[in-house]
């Protein structure tokens, strides 16, 4: 419970200005990395979601991601 007081206190402070800059080269790598993560779920994503259909045995084209080279 003290936690929590202590942290309802913190938000409700008046919030003071910063007068903080973020260059372009900053604000480029936030974006960069928020793509890079939505690249890594989606592809996490469609590597199990094929791994479980071929487990079930649902469809019968194999799964792209398993070729071998």
Do not use: C, N
């Given at each position: 419970?003290?936690?929590?007081?202590?942290?309802?206190?913190?938000?409700?402070?008046?919030a003071?200005?910063?007068?903080?800059?973020?260059?372009?080269?900053?604000?480029s790598?936030?974006?960069?990395?928020?793509?890079?993560?939505?690249?890594?779920?989606?592809?996490?994503?469609?590597?199990?979601?094929?791994?479980?259909?071929?487990?079930?045995?649902?469809?019968?084209?194999?799964?792209?991601?398993?070729?071998?080279?």
């Open positions: 419970m003290r936690s929590a007081s202590f942290a309802l206190f913190l938000i409700l402070l008046p003071t200005q910063a007068h903080a800059y973020v260059d372009p080269g900053s604000g790598v936030i974006v960069t990395t928020i793509l890079g993560l939505l690249a890594a779920i989606g592809y996490t994503f469609r590597k199990y979601f094929y791994r479980m259909r071929r487990m079930l045995g649902v469809g019968s084209t194999p799964d792209p991601m398993d070729k071998e080279i």
